[in-house]
């Protein structure tokens, strides 16, 4: 262990004492990647990198997605910045990014660039320490079953009255079966929920919509929970596979501005 390090919260983050030098300089990515799986959220008060200097970052820890322009997806509500802003307006949902994909992202690094003076704090939720701290018998029950994810319901939180043509067009993504239990390649399993769980498989609409509701209370209990409050410079990362986030609702004229980069995914829901 080289990295000074300090735990937020018992359950989940940590917050990581290290000059850019010694992060660009690379060889700590067995470290980094160990402690974010552990510990679910990785921070680096005001580290200030730039765009280019978080994208270095990144490549030393994983492969990096190709969004936004040289690896840097701008998060704002402004359309004039990012042409896809409208979709964030469902991050104040809890959500695990992807998750209605087979293979979701693994991790995103994110860097503060402007604040709003109102909300825009994130919250982050460590679904293994929700998995784990399930009774036995709940356990069983979670383990058996199957959530399906849509893009769907997605919209749906952002458009509670949608048209035919709506609902038609978002039914053009397939939707995913997965287990509500994700088991790691680790041994280590996680819960998985968010805003794509739409129903559960052999249940009526309404009977897994409660079942959602009540393990997603569980899973973002205060003891789950960390909540970041956000400083300019202040860089995030988050594991995508064992946390879900959600955004306290801001302005959409806040200029809030973040740099997101975003790791590609490594492992399939199983
Ligand atoms: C994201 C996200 C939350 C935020 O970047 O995937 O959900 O705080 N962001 O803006
Ligand atoms: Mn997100």
Redesign the pocket.
């Known amino acids: 262990m080289t990295l000074e390090t300090r735990k937020l919260t018992p359950r989940i983050g940590t917050e990581i004492s290290a000059s850019k030098e010694q992060l660009l300089r690379g060889g700590l990515r067995e470290e980094i990647r160990e402690l974010l799986e552990q510990r679910g959220v990785l921070l680096f008060r005001e580290l200030n990198l730039t765009d280019e200097e978080q994208y270095e970052f990144a490549m030393t820890l994983g492969d990096v997605i190709d969004q936004g322009f040289k690896g840097i997806y701008k998060?704002t509500l402004d359309p004039t910045l990012n042409e896809t802003a409208d979709y964030?307006h469902a991050?104040v949902h809890w959500?695990v990014?992807g998750a209605q994909d087979m293979v979701p992202t693994r991790a995103?690094l994110?860097t503060a660039r402007v604040l709003s003076k109102v909300g825009?704090q994130?919250e982050f939720a460590n679904t293994y320490a929700a998995y784990d701290d399930l009774p036995s018998a709940k356990k069983s029950q979670v383990d058996s079953l199957r959530v399906i994810h849509s893009q769907e319901y997605i919209q749906r939180a952002m458009h509670p009255n949608p048209t035919e043509e709506q609902l038609a067009r978002w039914r053009q993504h397939p939707e995913q079966s997965h287990p509500m239990a994700w088991t790691h390649r680790s041994g280590r399993k996680s819960l998985l929920l968010g805003l794509t769980a739409g129903r559960i498989e052999g249940m009526s609409d309404a009977d897994g919509r409660k079942v959602i509701e009540e393990m997603q209370a569980w899973a973002t209990q205060p003891q789950f929970v960390y909540r970041h409050e956000w400083a300019v410079g202040d860089l995030i990362i988050w594991d995508n596979t064992g946390v879900m986030?959600?955004?306290e609702a801001y302005p959409a004229d806040s200029g809030r501005l973040?740099s997101?980069t975003t790791l590609v995914g490594e492992e399939p829901i199983a």
């Open positions: 998060i964030l991050t959500h990014d995103s994110l825009g994130t986030h959600r955004v973040l997101r």
